[in-house]
Antibody
Framework: EVQLLESGGGLLQPGGSLRLSCAAS????????MSWVRQSPGKGLEWVSA????????YYADSVKGRFTISRDNSKNTLYLQVNSLRAEDTAIFYC??????????????WGQGTLVTVSS | DIQMTQSPSTLSASVGDRVTITCRAS??????LAWYQQKPGKAPKLLIY???SLESGVPSRFSGSGFGTEFTLTISSLQPDDFATYYC?????????FGGGTKVEIK
């Protein structure tokens, strides 16, 4: 059974930084692209970033480009998202999602339970 | 970026009703469209990919159709477990975008 377990969320001040992690199990992590998708309270889904299976290609939404960095450690079956220069509008539940493909963001067939990031002074 | 527009934003229906949700893309995305179901406090669940392919384990009352810029998700006979919010998502490029969501409520 595929399991994705996010961690690292919390309450931060504007301008702050943190690193989100997603521990994967139940599948061959190194064979699949992974993404981060976020959801602001009471709002819809917003794709944030994706990384190919070998980590060689990364993709970002315009809203986070230059502030967020996605990475992965296939030896640890873990996906990361470094988030810097946080803004109030970054307040959201961040989900990690497994892709059907190996190359980038396409279709997300498994999701974690999410980790909440709150940005407030 | 490709914009995805869903309609309606809210839909009231009864158990047993046939329900159709529409998703329109701002440019052609061929068949690169997925549908997800999300219940309150839960992560989204994949229902349909490549416009019409049913994800394993999803009931056959769910179906998807469309090509290019207009797509539909149909629930042939609404069940109590189907009251939720539904999102479309395009993946014509690796910069994916979601629709705004359609909340299916009990009438």
């Amino acid at each position: 059974e595929v399991q994705l377990l996010e961690s690292g969320g919390g309450l931060l001040q504007p301008g702050g930084s943190l690193r989100l992690s997603c521990a994967a199990s139940g599948f061959t992590f190194s064979n699949f692209a992974m993404s981060w998708v976020r959801q602001s309270p009471g709002k819809g889904l917003e794709w944030v970033s994706a990384i190919s299976s070998n980590g060689g290609s990364t993709y970002y939404a315009d809203s986070v480009k230059g502030r967020f960095t996605i990475s992965r450690d296939n030896s640890k079956n873990t996906l990361y998202l470094q988030v810097n220069s946080l803004r109030a509008e970054d307040t959201a539940i961040f989900y990690c999602a497994k892709d059907l493909s190996s190359v980038g963001a396409t279709t997300f067939d498994s999701w974690g339970q999410g980790t909440l990031v709150t940005v407030s002074s | 970026d490709i914009q995805m527009t869903q309609s309606p934003s809210t839909l009231s229906a009864s158990v047993g009703d046939r329900v159709t949700i529409t998703c329109r893309a701002s440019q052609s995305i061929r068949s690169w469209l997925a549908w997800y179901q999300q219940k309150p406090g839960k992560a989204p669940k994949l229902l349909i990919y490549q416009a019409s392919s049913l994800e394993s384990g999803v009931p056959s009352r769910f179906s998807g159709s469309g090509f290019g810029t207009e797509f539909t998700l149909t629930i042939s006979s609404l069940q109590p477990d189907d009251f939720a919010t539904y999102y479309c998502q395009q993946y014509n490029s690796y910069l994916v975008t979601f629709g705004g969501g359609t909340k299916v409520e009990i009438k």
